[in-house]
């Protein structure tokens, strides 16, 4: 299972910083987006409102490329091992910063 934070698409042999449709498909941002969109609507009695999206996009975003690079600083220095064992209960993961 590979975690992508979302924010970043491919722009030819680059990545570039977007919050579009594609940059956060199957994201932890957009997964923020979403649960956001859920809560606000079962506590306010109301849809969430479209005003705001982009400035929550960036912020859901930042929060996780935040949380994923540091994750992936961490693993890639060797001091933690994110590997998921059902048996041992150990965890891992592989982290991308870019969208594939």
């Known amino acids: 299972m ?7 698409q491919s ?3 680059t990545y570039v910083y977007s919050v579009s449709d594609q940059a956060m498909a199957g994201s932890m941002a957009q997964a923020m987006e979403d649960e956001m969109e859920a809560l606000f609507a ?4 109301q849809p969430l409102p479209a005003n705001g999206k982009e400035g929550r996009l960036i912020l859901f975003t930042s929060i996780a ?36």
Not at 2 to 8: D, Q, V
């Open 2 to 8: 590979t975690l992508y934070p979302g924010g970043r």
């Open 11 to 13: 722009s030819g042999s």
């Open 42 to 45: 079962a506590i306010k009695q």
């Open 65 to 100: 490329r935040g949380v994923l690079k540091y994750l992936y600083d961490k693993q890639q220095a060797g001091e933690v091992d994110l590997t998921a064992d059902l048996v041992t209960g150990t965890v891992k993961a592989d982290i991308t910063l870019d969208h594939t």
